[in-house]
């Protein structure tokens, strides 16, 4: 079993900034990938940035990139997204991913709960 939890949110005037953190916690052997996707009110969801195994490489979707930083921790099995200059389009759940090697050998995608993130004014 693994289970990831996402914790930050909240409401957030417009040109703030907001910090997600994500940690994974079960029968971990290997973390291969976590990122953040986000899903706005009647919209499908959405990439918005993936780091992979020691923060070897990172994407970013174009709707954030250059206002966030996506950055993770190995040792704690931890994820965290930062994002700056915050607009009312990037009001939406946003859910933690990962992608996971467990201890019976079984490789699988993970989603947390989701934490709810309102940019307005």
């Known amino acids: 079993q693994v289970q990831l939890a996402e914790s930050g949110g909240g409401l957030v005037q417009p040109g703030d900034s907001l910090a997600l953190s994500c940690v994974a916690s079960?029968?971990?052997?290997?973390?291969?990938?976590m990122g953040w996707y986000r899903q706005a009110p009647g919209k499908g969801r959405e990439l918005v940035a993936i780091?992979?195994?020691?923060?070897?490489?990172?994407m970013y979707a174009d709707s954030v990139k250059g206002r966030s930083a996506i950055s993770s921790d190995v040792k704690k099995n931890m994820v965290y997204l930062e994002m700056h200059s915050l607009k009312p389009e990037d009001t939406a759940v946003y859910y933690c991913?990962?992608?996971?090697?467990?201890?019976?050998?079984?490789?699988?995608?993970?989603w947390g709960q989701g934490t709810q993130v309102t940019v307005s004014s």
């Open positions: 079960g029968s971990i052997l290997v973390i291969n990938s």
């Open positions: 780091i992979t195994s020691g923060g070897i490489n990172t």
């Open positions: 991913n990962a992608e996971i090697l467990t201890q019976n050998l079984d490789t699988s995608e993970y």
